[in-house]
């Protein structure tokens, strides 16, 4: 599917042969690895000497991603700069934005997305079907006044002066538990994500977190878990990479399988919730979008201005990676063709097993010793057991979702004997 949004589709951006990335983790690494291929100098801002994309950028300028001082000395060196991840100081930036330096996706399209609350505004006013939510804060609130009888509600002269908060929290009217708390901004693989069973659960969440950095959603009775990696260049064209399900464990991406065990409209459905979202944003860049898949049909559960896990198999499973394409995006190169070159694949995340871990190295041998198997390892130092050290994409051979969905269970099965997952991620 492409759309063409350009009122001047001869006009071509300037190509470029340096461009930056704000973010050093493994997002930007195979991001320079694709930046490698294509011939172009990828530079990066990012805090730690041993980060993973150090290994490959042609420049690093050692700096909190937030400090816009490295990101202006990191513009010194490129034309384009685009983000590892949304954790970004929108405002700040914005003094660097000007004739020689361009942010890919721009800030404007970036503002409604690096926030929870701000990217359920965005598909509320694009009438694109998403959980229900309101601000945590609400709770907190006087229940509203009763509508009269001309359905404009009666305000009594007391209920203009302040009113104290009631003493315990009430969810509004038509919610009920279970629900699901998100931090506004910067949670990550479980992070961030507080599943709420009543209301104690809900006076315990408030008597640790700030309110007005939170919101609530309805918690989504689902079938699926389904993902979509979307692409917009810098004149209007709009592509999609092949709808892919996903599974978690303790809320943390465990394997993603392509093609996604769906009716074909379904896909249609997410490429145009896709399209409509990257055009009415004016996007440029990469935009990854998780779905919710039930009774209820198909709901946007979250999106990430930017490459994503789901994607990753598209390495191995697609004519043009995700990384090569947000490269080619950023440095004005032509989109390439997101079509699939294998029957199947499965990425199975390898996250960091509990306790010591001596035997790494011979398990990492016997992962890459499987038949069709492509080991992506990402050379981190340090963290927790869950966090995510690397991933395996397998190619499947299936020829229909039946056939895939055994092949994956038996090639899930052979993985998980050589690299068991952690019983809890921290």
Not at 27 to 51: E, I, S
């Amino acid at each position: 599917m492409q759309t063409i949004a350009d009122p001047d589709p001869q006009a071509r951006p300037t190509v470029i042969d340096a461009i930056g990335i704000v973010g050093g983790g493994q997002l930007a690494w195979m991001l320079a690895l694709a930046a490698r291929d294509l011939g172009v100098a990828l530079h990066v801002q990012t805090p730690g000497a041993d980060d993973p994309a150090t290994r490959e950028a042609a420049r690093v300028v050692l700096a909190p991603v937030d400090d816009v001082a490295a990101t202006r000395e990191l513009a010194s060196c490129c034309q384009a700069i685009s983000f590892e991840n949304e954790w970004i100081p929108l405002e700040a930036l914005r003094a660097l934005e000007g004739p020689g330096l361009q942010f890919l996706p721009g800030l404007d399209s970036l503002e409604p997305l690096v926030s929870k609350a701000g990217q359920r505004r965005l598909l509320g006013d694009l009438h694109l079907p998403a959980p229900r939510w309101f601000p945590l804060a609400q709770v907190l609130q006087p229940a509203a006044p009763a509508p009269s009888e001309g359905g404009e509600a009666f305000l009594p002269i007391s209920s203009l002066r302040p009113q104290p908060s009631p003493a315990t929290p009430r969810l509004p009217e038509g919610f009920d538990f279970p629900m699901m708390a998100k931090a506004n901004r910067g949670g990550y693989d479980g992070r961030g994500t507080v599943p709420l069973a009543d209301l104690s659960a809900l006076e315990g969440l408030l008597a640790t977190v700030d309110p007005q950095d939170w919101i609530l959603e309805e918690l989504v009775r689902f079938e699926q878990e389904l993902a979509l990696v979307a692409c917009r260049d810098q004149h209007g064209t709009v592509s999609c990479f092949p709808l892919v399900q996903t599974h978690q464990h303790c809320r943390v991406c465990d394997w993603v399988l392509f093609p996604a065990p769906v009716d074909h409209r379904v896909e249609v459905f997410a490429r145009n919730v896709a399209a409509s979202l990257l055009t009415a944003l004016d996007y440029v860049g990469v935009l990854s979008i998780e779905f919710f898949y039930g009774p209820s049909g198909l709901q946007v559960n979250e999106l990430a201005p930017r490459t994503h896990n789901s994607g990753h198999l598209t390495i191995e499973a697609c004519r043009t990676s995700q990384f090569s394409q947000q490269v080619r995006i950023v440095a004005g190169l032509p989109m390439g063709a997101t079509e699939a070159v294998v029957p199947g694949a499965l990425m199975v995340n390898l996250l960091a097993p509990e306790g010591d871990d001596a035997d790494q190295l011979d398990r990492r041998r016997a992962l890459e010793a499987l038949p069709d198997a492509h080991l992506h390892w990402y050379g981190k130092h340090g963290g927790g057991a869950g966090r995510k050290l690397g991933h395996l994409t397998l190619v499947l051979e299936g020829r229909n979702d039946a056939e895939r969905e055994l092949e994956k269970q038996r090639r899930l099965a052979e993985v998980r004997a050589i690299w068991p997952l952690p019983s809890q991620p921290t």
